[in-house]
Structures are given as structure tokens and as C-alpha cells.
């Protein structure tokens, strides 16, 4: 796969950005090279026309509030390692696959579908019982990773797994 | 850009939903190259407006989680990610 406007240099860098930001927080890349470099070029390429990285195996609408749940890392990734070991395009995976003592397989969908997620935005809600409305300060939940913190406004980046700032959702 | 059509043997209409971006489609777009069969994918991220939504109501009639690949084989056939094996044998490769 080769996109005219994403360079090789880029992608050059950006997999080794990804790559040392991975192993940082405990994750790995997928060790097929070849393979993992067309997904950052897909990655790239929605970067560039959608202005955020979402997941290339995954049809992007194109407005922010309804993929960011897709943006790369994504929301699914963490269950579908843990459950296949490896995200749902495979850019990442486990500890066994990296290690060659499981093999991969496709990773079914878990992502809801267009009518679920319709619906689940509809219902959405944000907790608010009594007593935990008395903590001094909120807490945030990053999506991604579960990462927790205490404080007036989720981080900039989340320090475990570096998705952005509107992946936290207040948790209490 | 909308359907394409790869020339080969004739196994009946073989239909390849796919994203330009995915490494999985690649993955099928290629093995129904290797196998030689004559048949028609589409990108559904470069289609556009009522062309992408017709598009991906068609392929949600098949698969309704909507995921990418989704291969329909003769119009009865769904096959749903890169299944080397069952992409195989339905095709009788």
C-alpha cells in the first residue's frame, strides 16, 4: 500500500515514535514489520484528511465526536489484546504473539455498530450519586488504558498510554 | 472512484468491501489476485454522501456490524475478515 503525500521518511518516524512509546507503556508492536508499516501508512493518511489518526481498519466518519472512540490507540484495544492478542488492525499485540508462541488470527469486530452506537450515544449518562459528589476533586478515566487520576481536568496526554486529552470521560 | 473489477476465472460475483488503509483488506485484495478469480472491490473510505451510505447499507445487509474486509461470494456467501482458509474453500482454491 503506498499513498501519494505519505512519505517513507514518515513513516519511517512515525513507526519509530509509536514503537518507543508502546514498549514505554508496556505494549508492543506487531514484530511484522512490513505489515505494521502499512498500517502506519493507513494511520498517516487518516491523520492527514481527517486531521486524527483513526484506526485505518476502521471506516472513519470524519467528525471527531463520532470516531474518537477510533482514534488510534483506540477504546477496544486493551479487551482485544487481552482476549486475542492483538488490537483489532493488529498494530498491536501481546507478549505471546510478540514472543511467536501464539499465532494471530483475524480479531472480530467489537466496535458497536453504526445503529448501536446511535443508540448508546442517546442514553449516554455521567454518574452523580450523592456521596461521591462530596470528593474533593473528579476523577478521570482515560478510555484507552483505565488510567485514573484525581484532579480539576484530565492531563493533556495520558501518561500510561499518550491518548489525548477528550479520551478521558469522568468516572466520579 | 467507486467499483473496480479485477479480471480472472469466473467463480461466480465475488464482492470485496474494503478500506484503502486496512492491511487485512490488502491482505484479501491480494489472495483473490494470487487465486486469480474474477472479481469487484470497493473502498468504501473514498466513496462519498449517499454514494458511501447506499454502499454501506448494501454491505450491512451481509454484515451488519459493518466491519472491514467483508467478502459476499455469489450473492449467498458472507465471509467476514481475512479468513485465508474459508476464502479458500469457498471459492474452491
Given at each position: 500500500m503506498?499513498?501519494a503525500?505519505?512519505s517513507e521518511?514518515e513513516?519511517e518516524?512515525?513507526?519509530k515514535?509509536?514503537?518507543s512509546e508502546?514498549e514505554?507503556?508496556?505494549?508492543h508492536l506487531?514484530?511484522d514489520?512490513e505489515?505494521?508499516?502499512n498500517l502506519?501508512?493507513?494511520?498517516?493518511?487518516?491523520?492527514?484528511?481527517y486531521g486524527?489518526?483513526s484506526?485505518?481498519?476502521?471506516?472513519?466518519s470524519?467528525?471527531?465526536?463520532?470516531?474518537?472512540d477510533?482514534i488510534?490507540?483506540?477504546?477496544?484495544?486493551?479487551?482485544?489484546?487481552?482476549d486475542?492478542g492483538?488490537?483489532y488492525?493488529?498494530l498491536y499485540v501481546?507478549?505471546?504473539v510478540?514472543e511467536g508462541?501464539k499465532?494471530?488470527a483475524?480479531?472480530?469486530?467489537?466496535?458497536?455498530?453504526r445503529?448501536?452506537r446511535a443508540k448508546?450515544?442517546?442514553?449516554?449518562t455521567?454518574?452523580?450519586?450523592?456521596?461521591l459528589?462530596?470528593l474533593?476533586y473528579?476523577v478521570?478515566r482515560c478510555?484507552?488504558?483505565?488510567?485514573l487520576?484525581?484532579r480539576?481536568q484530565?492531563p493533556?496526554?495520558?501518561?500510561?498510554?499518550?491518548?489525548?486529552?477528550?479520551?478521558?470521560e469522568?468516572f466520579? | 472512484?467507486a467499483?473496480?473489477h479485477?479480471d480472472?476465472k469466473n467463480?461466480g460475483?465475488?464482492?470485496?468491501?474494503?478500506?484503502?488503509?486496512?492491511?487485512?483488506?490488502?491482505?484479501?485484495?491480494?489472495?483473490?489476485r494470487?487465486?486469480?478469480?474474477s472479481?469487484?472491490?470497493?473502498?468504501v473510505?473514498?466513496?462519498?454522501?449517499?454514494?458511501?451510505?447506499?454502499?454501506?447499507?448494501?454491505?450491512?445487509?451481509w454484515n451488519?456490524?459493518?466491519?472491514?474486509?467483508?467478502?459476499v461470494i455469489?450473492?449467498k456467501?458472507?465471509?467476514?475478515?481475512?479468513h485465508?482458509?474459508?476464502?479458500?474453500e469457498?471459492?474452491?482454491?
Amino acid at each position: 500500500m503506498n499513498f501519494a503525500g505519505v512519505s517513507e521518511i514518515e513513516v519511517e518516524e512515525v513507526y519509530k515514535r509509536l514503537f518507543s512509546e508502546a514498549e514505554e507503556g508496556g505494549y508492543h508492536l506487531n514484530p511484522d514489520v512490513e505489515f505494521t508499516k502499512n498500517l502506519v501508512r493507513g494511520y498517516i493518511r487518516n491523520e492527514q484528511r481527517y486531521g486524527y489518526p483513526s484506526c485505518p481498519c476502521r471506516l472513519a466518519s470524519g467528525k471527531k465526536d463520532e470516531d474518537l472512540d477510533i482514534i488510534c490507540p483506540c477504546d477496544y484495544r486493551d479487551p482485544d489484546l487481552e482476549d486475542h492478542g492483538a488490537c483489532y488492525c493488529a498494530l498491536y499485540v501481546n507478549d505471546a504473539v510478540l514472543e511467536g508462541t501464539k499465532v494471530l488470527a483475524p480479531v472480530p469486530e467489537r466496535r458497536p455498530s453504526r445503529s448501536e452506537r446511535a443508540k448508546i450515544n442517546a442514553t449516554r449518562t455521567v454518574p452523580t450519586s450523592a456521596s461521591l459528589t462530596q470528593l474533593p476533586y473528579p476523577v478521570w478515566r482515560c478510555k484507552v488504558c483505565g488510567y485514573l487520576c484525581a484532579r480539576e481536568q484530565p492531563p493533556g496526554i495520558c501518561p500510561v498510554c499518550k491518548a489525548k486529552k477528550d479520551r478521558f470521560e469522568k468516572f466520579l | 472512484m467507486a467499483v473496480e473489477h479485477v479480471d480472472g476465472k469466473n467463480k461466480g460475483k465475488v464482492v470485496l468491501y474494503a478500506l484503502s488503509t486496512c492491511g487485512w483488506c490488502n491482505k484479501t485484495k491480494e489472495l483473490l489476485r494470487g487465486l486469480g478469480v474474477s472479481f469487484d472491490y470497493v473502498y468504501v473510505d473514498l466513496l462519498d454522501g449517499q454514494e458511501r451510505e447506499d454502499t454501506l447499507n448494501a454491505m450491512e445487509k451481509w454484515n451488519p456490524r459493518g466491519s472491514f474486509p467483508t467478502i459476499v461470494i455469489g450473492d449467498k456467501k458472507i465471509i467476514v475478515g481475512f479468513h485465508e482458509d474459508q476464502i479458500r474453500e469457498a471459492l474452491g482454491e
